[in-house]
């Protein structure tokens, strides 16, 4: 009787510390999640076709940001964008990371660096799956932890640990990093078509990855996109795609678990976002909105209006400056850190980069975009009137610059290489949803254009966002709207200047 009763006091003091330690758990944690070639084909944003009942309940219960955009539809020139609230013309990294391709940051970006300024405001770091960018002491974080970045349920599982730690007290930054919804894996073999669909990193053959229950999608059900060409290799295409982002959705769901079976789910901030649009010709690559416009869904368990969207313009410049201003981090009077890093002395303690080219003859204080957390205290807030992006390489055999600027009524394009044909990514070539079309001329149709004006671009567009939102009718030669187009090229050149653009010497020459 006795050692029954101590038995169960030993069981209630457990589960006593237990809730104690939960209760305890740091407060204002920050989970960021950014996957691989995804455009809003969200529930959340209107997509009847799409399943993610995960992204859409926190949606529900956060903010949807109905116009978001990246600043580049380019995956590593995108994620240091992500990284270092600066346009990637300005922090160096032009275009790919890996491979031949070899582009970097510049080392000074060290002091505005994401996980860096995070963990001088306090934090502990981690960063699971997709990372892409350079250098790596630049964008370092204090732990990195290894699953396949396919499988987002096993990269929560992967997390599960650092995420429910007491042992440290610190608030967490979690870099979530998905490979989907990516092309890759080969071809649909059981496909009947002629010219077979990507798998989008699915299994073959209908398989499933470890733990996730696959979501199947009939290409007659899917939704195309108005930059596409309805055809039966883009909806077979589309198919496999759907089925990438059910399962990152799967992901969300287990980390949603996890974080509320640790009594975290309210303290903690997710943030889900996308490097760029998907990858189709017309999307990923290219500056038109089927690059540009992202999925933007905020969870803050702090404020207290949720379920809210807002139609204010928001770019992946902004970031890293709300995260660490969530964090407290920010300094309004610089728009940088408040604890901020000297990169000379930085580089000088570790013996490294001493006669690097190591911040382009300017020093890195402040960021390029502001914090969005004033909007998600009120949801009628503007926060940009006008946005840029700035694309220069995809793949290092693709140059063709273009700058953008945009706001809620033009748009304008400037295309610096338009005398080129536009390179292709290299699978973005190979898709069957563009070669079907290719191989029936140039005339043939492709989304709101046809192959040939896809493929030789002038040199500027201007689109009228508020009547053409699909981006039908470049009305750059319109001469009823001459004077618009020199009011946006004008805009263009201030934010150029202001961002420190190197291509701004292209008006000027050649």
Known sequence: ??????????????????????????????????????????????????????????????????????????????????????????????????????????????????????????????????????????????????????????????????????????????????????????????????????????????????????????????????????????????????????????????????????????????????DHGMAFAGGKTTVYEGGLRVPFVVRDPYQPERGVESESLVSHIDITPSLLDFAGGLDPETNGPKNPLNANKFWKQRGEALKENRNGNKPFVSYHGKSWMPVLANPDQPHHETIMASHTFHEIQMYYPMRVVRDQDFKLIWNIAHPLPYPFASDLWAASSWQAQLAKGEDAPYGQMTVGRYVQRPEFELYDMRTDPNESTNLATSAGHADVLEKYKAKLKAMQKEFDDPWILKWTYE
Request: hydrophobic share 40%; proline share 5%.
């Open 1 to 274: 009787m006795l050692a029954r009763i101590s038995l169960c006091l030993l069981t209630v003091f457990t589960s006593s510390l237990l809730l104690t330690t939960a209760s305890l758990a740091a407060e204002r944690n920050v989970i960021f999640i950014i996957t691989d070639d995804e455009s809003p084909t969200l529930g959340c944003y209107g997509d009847t076709a799409a399943k993610t009942p995960a992204i859409d309940a926190l949606a529900a219960d956060g903010m949807v940001f109905r116009n978001a955009f990246a600043t580049t539809a380019s995956c590593s020139a995108s994620r240091s964008v992500v990284m270092s609230g600066l346009h990637n013309h300005r922090n160096g990294q032009f275009g790919h990371q890996h491979h031949y391709h070899k582009f970097a940051s510049f080392h000074d970006v060290v002091s505005l660096a994401l996980p860096r300024v995070m963990q001088r405001a306090g934090y502990r770091t981690a960063q699971i799956g997709k990372y892409h960018v350079a250098p790596e002491t630049v964008y370092q974080f204090e732990t990195y932890l290894n699953a396949n970045s396919r499988n987002a349920v096993e990269m929560a599982e992967t997390s599960k640990a650092f995420l429910t730690d007491n042992e440290d007290d610190r608030p967490f930054l979690l870099y979530f990093g998905t490979s989907d919804p990516h092309r890759g894996g080969g071809v649909d073999r059981t496909s009947e078509s002629e010219l077979k669909p990507n798998l989008f990193g699915n299994k073959p053959n209908r398989g499933s990855f470890p733990g996730v229950e696959e979501v199947f999608f009939d290409p007659a059900d899917v939704t195309v996109p108005p930059f596409l060409p309805d055809t039966p290799e883009t909806r077979e295409e589309l198919a496999q795609y759907y089925q990438s982002c059910s399962r990152i959705d799967a992901g969300v769901a287990r980390l949603v678990q996890i974080l509320k079976e640790a009594d975290l789910y309210d303290k903690t901030m997710i943030v889900f976002t996308s």
